[in-house]
């Protein structure tokens, strides 16, 4: 359906590099298409060649050919595609534009010119495959990020195009409804509906893929079946392989396996499991917390998202806060630094009330860096928003803002807009300008979501200095190795509420506690069980 010839493109205005060089490509429906590679690789570019918003919508040079149903994508507009390709972006509210859950659901049928009985029940199948029945009468601008990323989901199934393209789907969901819309998936797939990923995560992706697509600036490097790709050192690419893929290869294994859970089933009585150690982390020694609450409570359109919050962040130390979507991860979050207020409780910096204290008091000591980079940008070059807040804030220390650039590999972005970036490089900038005052404490909601290999062990580097020397991390996130990998203290979060707290490896074990929370242990976690299990 999708044909695509010796395409190159150019964004204007923009850098003068391509962004897509000689790329050519065949897509076809009843087909799932893995497109991977790292940050900046031209994969969310790609994309937007499939539903004509290049080159209809961004603007720039592009040669060769693509072809819907052997119509150049010049020839038509976006609207024309709208029913035969559909895209589910990065930044989920950028597309929504609807006062309840329920009318972004239907708007597209609506545009379609379905009739009632056949709306109401494709937003019954989409609600109900997606757990979406509860908000459907709320605004979905006061949802969690990750239930964001759920409405726009439906909205696009509930269109059945004959190719749905999503970029980066599976970056803000945990466990449960990873698991949910690879089901969807696969059943949209055995309908012959065409399915296009873009993603760094390839433990979700890879079981599924029938094809892999591998992009290094700008070209497509690798093109083949599962079996075929990871023959090759993906690594250099800026990819993870999962573990089941790493195991594979250590044992000797015939099959290449893609899912531990699989690679266990099917080989459990022969395997010898390796020992993975549980990575280590420093302990907080000072005794001092540098961030309390007592009987933090919130609402929002008279919901209640935050009950009866109590807990302790110390100095010198790295703490996750885990849950599932709609948990109140964020919302908790914004309290910290002073974006919401609490309607009940109060909350503590090194001892000092700061409750009701404004963003702007408590920025000089808290940085944080949100699901949405682009929500806290307002300077047009990268070089003034990495240092912009240092200098208001007396903090700026040259070598220090250096250090950054190169760890973050911004040195070539420096003089373009962060607004014209990649979703991968707008977060490296962002990153870059919270540490650029060195705070005492950081917070970092979804940090690896649409990151490579690359960043998230650069961004790992810095978490570990900034906690040598005595600073307060906390990280929100659905990725649980990387939480595993950095925090050695969990609080698990469901309904508003902290369920429980203590190490990750001890948290993971309590699979009651993982089912209330919406959760699915590491890999690594599930090997180390295997392991105990056959000793």
């Known amino acids: 359906m999708i044909h695509i010839k010796q395409l190159d493109f150019t964004y204007i205005p923009g850098p003068p590099d391509k962004v897509l060089q000689q790329v050519c490509l065949n897509i076809v429906p009843g087909q799932y298409v893995l497109i991977c590679g790292r940050s900046g690789s031209g994969k969310s570019s790609l994309c937007r060649t499939f539903n004509g918003l290049i080159p209809h919508f961004h603007t720039g040079q592009m040669e060769g050919m693509i072809t819907i149903d052997e119509q150049p994508t010049s020839d038509l507009t976006v609207e024309e595609l709208f029913d035969k390709v559909a895209m589910v972006f990065q930044n989920p509210e950028a597309q929504l534009f609807n006062p309840t859950v329920l009318r972004e659901l239907a708007f597209g049928l609506e545009s379609l010119g379905l009739e009632t009985e056949q709306i109401r029940q494709r937003i019954d199948w989409v609600a109900r495959e997606l757990g979406l029945e509860n908000l459907l009468a709320i605004n979905p601008h006061q949802l969690s990020g990750g239930q964001q990323q759920l409405v726009i989901l439906g909205a696009m199934l509930a269109l059945k195009p004959r190719i749905l393209i999503l970029d980066e789907p599976f970056a803000n969901l945990d466990g449960k409804h990873i698991a949910a819309v690879r089901k969807i998936m696969q059943r949209l797939k055995a309908a012959g509906i065409g399915i296009v990923v873009c993603e760094h995560r390839l433990r979700p992706t890879l079981p599924d893929a029938d094809r892999v697509v591998v992009m290094d600036r700008g070209r497509i490097v690798l093109d083949g079946p599962p079996a075929q790709v990871l023959q090759a050192d993906l690594e250099k690419y800026g990819l993870q392989v999962p573990l089941a893929v790493k195991l594979s290869r250590k044992m000797g294994l015939k099959t290449i396996y893609t899912d531990l859970k699989q690679l266990i089933e099917a080989e459990g009585k022969n395997l010898k499991p390796s020992r993975v150690s549980a990575a280590r982390h420093s302990k907080a020694v000072s005794g001092r ?35 599932a979507n709609g948990a109140g991860k964020t919302t908790l979050l914004r309290h910290f630094n002073g974006l919401a207020k609490p309607i009940q409780g109060r909350f503590f910096l090194d001892g000092t009330d700061v409750t009701g204290t404004r963003a702007s008091i408590l920025a000089r000591r808290v940085g944080t860096v949100f699901q949405n980079p682009a929500d806290q940008f307002f300077k047009l070059k990268v070089r003034d928003e ?150």
């Open 289 to 323: 917390m540098i961030l309390t609450t007592d009987h933090l409570g919130a609402e929002i359109g008279g919901r209640v998202i935050l009950d009866d919050i109590n807990l302790e962040i110390p100095a010198g130390a790295c703490t996750a806060i885990v849950g």
């Open 386 to 535: 990495i240092s912009v807040g240092a200098r208001l804030l007396g903090s700026l220390d040259s070598d220090w803002l250096d250090l950054l650039v190169k760890r973050f590999k911004l040195d070539k972005l420096m003089d373009r807009s962060p607004f014209r970036l990649s979703a991968g490089e707008k977060k490296r900038v962002a990153f870059a300008a919270a540490l650029a005052s060195k705070p005492e404490l950081l917070i970092l909601d979804e940090p690896t979501a649409g990151q490579d290999a690359d960043f998230k062990s650069a961004l790992g580097h810095t978490v570990k200095t900034l906690v040598n020397e005595g600073r307060a991390v906390i990280i929100v996130t659905h990725d649980l190795d990387f939480a595993q990998e950095l925090a050695g203290n969990w609080m698990v979060m469901a309904a508003g509420r902290i369920l429980a707290q203590g190490q990750p490896q001890d948290l993971m074990a309590d699979r009651e506690l993982m089912d209330r929370a919406g959760l699915e242990p590491t890999e690594g976690n599930i090997w180390l069980r295997h392991g105990r299990e056959r000793s």
